[in-house]
């Protein structure tokens, strides 16, 4: 599992990176849509299918903002039994590991 104890500053696409390489190697389903302009508004950043579980997170960096869309479909997703939908930071990636290799984020 990388370590993350002085991660940075990172943006939003090597927080995605990171993040689905990681799940790649966890033996994750991975799903990024790569040209947002044709999903639907506000759908998660990434999405990660395995063992019964998903994981719908939406990434942004300290200074990002959650659009209307992207909350709504979070909420909507979080609704699910069996879907981790949330939103995650690179100051959350060690959770973000521990999820992957473990397959439930960690409780605080």
């Not at 506000?42 to 869309?69: H, M, Q, Y």
Request: with cysteine; charged share 25%; glycine share 6%.
């Amino acid at each position: 599992m990388p370590k993350t104890a002085s991660v940075p500053a990172m943006t939003e696409t090597e927080l995605l990176k990171n993040l689905r390489s990681e799940a790649v190697k966890c033996g994750w389903k991975v799903y990024r849509a790569q040209f947002s302009m044709y999903s639907v508004r506000g759908w998660p950043d990434l999405v990660c299918v395995k063992n019964g579980r998903v994981f719908a997170w939406e990434l942004k960096t300290p200074r990002g903002t959650i659009s209307k869309a992207q909350e709504e479909w979070i909420e909507a997703l979080k609704a699910v039994p069996g879907i981790d939908a949330r939103l995650v930071y690179p100051a959350d990636l060690d959770d973000a590991y521990t999820a992957l290799v473990t397959g439930a984020w960690p409780r605080p």
